[in-house]
């Protein structure tokens, strides 16, 4: 939370505090980090695996439905694609 804007805005960074939020189970802020990140850089597939769980923990199956299909649209045989295809 110290970072300039500029650089806590970014993809990777958004990334991180939503694989933090994750890993203290507050899906909440973690699926609104990530969403963050997919808007600052929506062709990354950083954390994007942890993105599709926390979306099927939060029985969130239409975000889920679409992100997969955004994942698939970016790179069909990338891992993190195929975990939010199997979620």
């Not at 110290?2 to 939503?18: A, E, F, I, M």
């Not at 969130?60 to 195929?82: C, F, G, H, N, V």
Request: glycine share 4%; with cysteine.
């Amino acid at each position: 939370m110290q970072l300039p804007h500029k650089h806590y805005n970014t993809g990777w960074v958004l990334s991180q505090v939503g694989k933090a939020h994750f890993e203290l189970v507050d899906y909440l802020e973690a699926e609104r980090a990530f969403n963050n990140a997919r808007l600052a850089s929506p062709y990354s597939l950083e954390g994007m695996d942890i993105y599709s769980t926390i979306l099927y923990h939060l029985k969130e199956d239409m975000k889920l439905s679409y992100l997969a299909q955004e994942l698939i649209s970016t790179d069909r045989l990338a891992p993190q694609s195929w975990c939010a295809c199997l979620e």
